[in-house]
């Protein structure tokens, strides 16, 4: 229990120095779109491949067990987006996220860490967390409304294209539904919480490289760490924004 | 000059320095030499300030460093150059990034200004300019040595901090690296300090050394008074070998 409180002192150290201006905004601005590219832009093709073949599951899935004649025939989509955009295209994907972009952080972080380029940076009189990471979580944070964009689009393109290469759906049902009783702030709560995993991620991540002490082992100890840390906190942080943001 | 007076540190309640204190000239090698994990890092970033010490004095030219503020403190790491153990180049930069980037993060050079500067400093370290445009992962260990040396004094600085330059290399090359650490302190009058445990360097430039043994001070002197002295932590480090403890023996029985 002391232990967890004193890595949440230096974490909440660590975001300190992370958020102080930039020593040189030059530096910043050249990082930033780099990061951007690495941590999000090399995502996008993991999300799309996922994203559509979940929705080509949970559209299958829907149809098999919901063969109901009570219920009408457009709640397959209906459903299908509303499960995109509540719960799969934000926390799911983020928890995807936090085990591919996590672990490169961390591992990034620590071997700078373990090597002392760390140290190297703080010597120069670099604050070396402000210039590591905040280029990082911002990225991330810019990131992600798109990743989820991404995703919800491709995933009702993967039920869509069940309804119109099977004869489970007919289209125009699929279509219907997934216009039916659309309510865009759905959507708005998506980008909310993709912001916030963004953070979290990246935050938790950087956390555990930057505080990596010895060699190769420990940096993939830090970055197990990273993963099962980032995602256990997007799940406590996801029921906290649901019940802000929905209930 | 740097002096540290009464320096202690410990990591979760194990002692590492203990009560340390010395002197450090300019313009001189400044050697702080022990046994692997007697604790030289640690005095050293200590000193520097990447470690906070628990209690103690560290004087640059007079500046307590305990006492300044941030800002100070980053005045003051712009007149440090640092050698590190491993080089730690930045891995994902070429070699002339390398040494430009403590130009470009404060310096209000041009890029042709510092890149005349970086080029400046890899050539007073013997660096060919096909290597320039190198990453530190296609250069040899000496090679790395050498980058991080003009890296280390791109900014022109008072003092300049080597942890184990020469460790890894093999004895010409070792030497060579030593050489160029003691031409540039003298060359630029810089406050140097050298950790080491290689008799080879202690031989050739140790114009000030101080023994480390499990955190304490155990000797001062330099390398014409090594041979000399009678103290059993520093005999124990120098003359570990049994040929080199013959050596001795002959030589104390010479003079009597
Ligand atoms: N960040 C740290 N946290 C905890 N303990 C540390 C830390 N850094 C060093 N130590 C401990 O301090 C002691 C001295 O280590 P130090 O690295 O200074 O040795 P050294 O004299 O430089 O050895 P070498 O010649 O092998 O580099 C070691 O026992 C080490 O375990
Ligand atoms: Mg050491």
Redesign the pocket.
Known sequence: MKKTLEQVGKYVNLMKKTFSLPDNWRMFWRQLPLEMEKLGINTVGIIVLISIFMGVIMTMQTIMNTENPMLPRYSTGLVLRDTLLLEFSSSIMSLLLAGKVGSNIASEIGTMRVTEQIDALDIMGVNSANYLILPKIIGLMLCMPMLVTFSVFCGLAGGCGVAIFTDMITISDFIYGIQYAFIPYYFTYSIIKSFFFGFVIASVSAFYGYFA?GGAIDVGKASTNAVVNSSILLLAVNVILTQLLLV | MIEVQNISKS??GKL?LDDISATFHSGKINQII?Q????????MKSIIGLFRVDSGKILYDGRNLREMRMKEIKELRKEVGMLF?GSALFDSQTVLANVMFPLKMFSPMSVAEMTERAEFCLTRVDLKPQAFNLFPSEISGGMQKRVAIARAISLNPRYLFCD?PNSGLDPVTSILIDRLIEEITQEFDITTIV?T?DMNSIMEIGANIILINKGKKAWEGSKDTIFSSDNEALNDFVFASELFKNVKKTQLKNNS
């Not at chain 2, 692997?36 to 005095?43: M, N, P, Q, R």
Request: hydrophobic residues 25%; negative net charge.
């Open positions: 002490y | 990591f979760d590492v022990g692997s994990g007697s604790g030289k890092t640690v005095l153990q184990e950790n445990h």
